[in-house]
């Protein structure tokens, strides 16, 4: 009964339910997906819906339990001298938009828990891209930062200038 009701969840449902679990709030959740709270947590009272539980960590563990039966289904039977299970079950990864990713993984001993894995090129940029924070910039990267925008912006009115009197004396010669 339970297979079937799991079976009906949509893929955003068991994403938000395996954030849940991994004690993420709705709001943190809206944040990464760039969606309301709102959203978030209309889909999430829908899958309490539909998995018939009166609460989010409910369904969330409806859903890990679930799938780690799939997981144990799939797996068969072993040979006793191997790890457990729940040692060997897969990592689940979700895709971001760009380089950005998290990996969730479940174990029997505790709560699902996230991971991010950070791209490793590139400059840390003083504003949203994504699902990053700029609250992730050292005191250091941000005087970088400022410095960089100061020396541009003072090249950019130089250039500006120069371009004007440049104007200006051609506009002057061709009086004369």
């Given amino acids: 009964?339970?297979?079937n009701r799991i079976s009906r969840l949509t893929d955003s449902q068991r994403i938000y339910l395996r954030l849940v679990l991994a004690h993420r709030s709705s709001k943190e959740i809206a944040h990464e997906y760039n969606i309301s709270t709102h959203t978030v947590d209309k889909?999430?009272?829908?899958?309490m819906r539909v998995l018939g539980v009166s609460t989010r960590i409910e369904a969330a563990r409806l859903l890990s339990d679930a799938e780690?039966?799939?997981?144990d289904?799939?797996?068969g039977a072993q040979s006793p001298d191997l790890a457990s299970s729940a040692d060997c079950r897969p990592d689940i990864t979700l895709e971001l938009e760009g380089t950005d990713r998290r990996v969730f993984s479940t174990h029997d001993d505790g709560p699902m828990q996230a991971v991010r894995l950070q791209d490793g090129n590139g400059l840390p940029l003083p504003l949203t891209v994504?699902?990053?924070?700029?609250d992730r910039l050292s005191i250091w990267q941000r005087a970088g930062w400022m410095i960089a925008l100061i020396i541009g912006l003072a090249l950019s009115t130089g250039i500006?200038?120069?371009g004007l009197m440049a104007i200006s004396a051609l506009l002057n010669s061709?009086?004369?």
């Fill in 130 to 134: 994504f699902a990053r924070s700029p």
């Fill in 68 to 71: 780690k039966a799939d997981t």
């Fill in 160 to 162: 500006l200038l120069s």
């Fill in 43 to 47: 889909r999430i009272k829908e899958a």
């Fill in 1 to 3: 009964m339970n297979d």
């Fill in 174 to 176: 061709a009086r004369h």
């Fill in 73 to 75: 289904r799939r797996l």
